[in-house]
């Protein structure tokens, strides 16, 4: 499969996960660009950043606004504290060893999978 058709199927996959789970892309997308793309976890993070840009969720986001499931007032206040905490993680980000950010990132993914599971 050549690259492009990967990366396009990449995106798609994360699409549906996104649309289906309300997951941001970020959590398949980050893994698959370093463990099967080659990506260093800073490349990686950085490069779903820049695609999440983009109103990535707007059909899948537009899909649940139609159906009465989204609440626009919550999401504008997430969204201005998202913009304030995205620019400083990032600052955080790019000043620590890849290993080291990488590591917290498995950590992170660990926790919210293991409080997911156990529902505490």
Do not use: H
Request: proline letters at 2%; zero cysteines; a positive charge.
């Amino acid at each position: 499969m050549s690259a492009v058709l990967a990366y396009i199927v990449l995106g798609v996959v994360a699409g549906i996960i996104s649309g289906l789970v309300g997951i941001g892309g970020g959590i398949i997308i980050v893994p698959a660009l370093v463990l099967v793309f080659g990506m260093n976890q800073l490349q990686a993070q950085g490069t779903t950043l820049a695609l999440l840009v983009a109103p990535v969720g707007l059909l899948a986001a537009w899909t649940y606004y139609n159906n009465g499931l989204v609440d626009l007032k919550i999401a504008v206040l997430i969204i201005i504290g998202f913009v304030v905490g995205g620019y400083l993680g990032a600052k955080v980000a790019v000043s620590l060893p890849n290993e080291v950010l990488r590591k917290v990132f498995g950590v992170v993914l660990l926790l919210v999978s293991l409080r997911m599971l156990t529902g505490k």
